[in-house]
């Protein structure tokens, strides 16, 4: 059992940092969920934003020392995704469907959050939270820094946590 600020998870989740042969299982992970990250349901608008989504770059970024990647699994299932870049910048935080509610995406934010003070973050990280994940940002303590924007086919939210 793993504990989770008062709730009990029903399954450990194995936490490690991501590495190049990573890239397709987190590119097929994200991509599962894109009807939640983009306007159109069917990403329609969004091409620019799912290429970046592709194994591809996602290899290139887990390549360069800018992104710091974690992932979560489930026995020997990715269950979701955690990357800051330039040690400030909340770039990705995905957790697969079935494991939504399940305090996946916490505890990836813990280890994230941590590596980057680790490393010299002075308690300060932004985010472009989807409009779907807002409410878990903020019950992390992130606060919107401005309006509900729209570009490339998503909508997001800048946010912002000083700890």
Request: aromatic share 10%; charged share 20%.
């Amino acid at each position: 059992m793993c504990w989770l600020k008062g709730r009990t998870l029903s399954r450990e989740f194995d936490i490690r940092p991501g590495v190049a042969g990573d890239a397709s299982a987190i590119s097929a992970l994200i991509l599962s969920l894109q009807p939640y990250l983009t306007i159109e349901a069917d990403g329609s608008g969004a091409e620019e934003f799912l290429v970046s989504l592709s194994s591809d770059i996602i290899r290139r970024n887990l390549k360069d020392e800018a992104y710091r990647y974690q992932l979560a699994f489930d026995g020997g299932v990715l269950a979701g995704v955690a990357a800051v870049r330039d040690n400030t910048h909340l770039f990705s935080l995905y957790v697969g469907s079935p494991w939504h509610g399940q305090g996946v995406g916490r505890r990836l934010w813990e280890v994230v959050r941590d590596d980057a003070l680790a490393r010299g973050n002075p308690g300060s990280f932004t985010v472009n939270s989807s409009t779907f994940a807002e409410g878990m940002y903020r019950h992390l303590g992130f606060a919107a820094t401005g309006p509900v924007a729209e570009m490339h086919g998503i909508r997001f939210i800048p946010m912002r946590l000083e700890l």
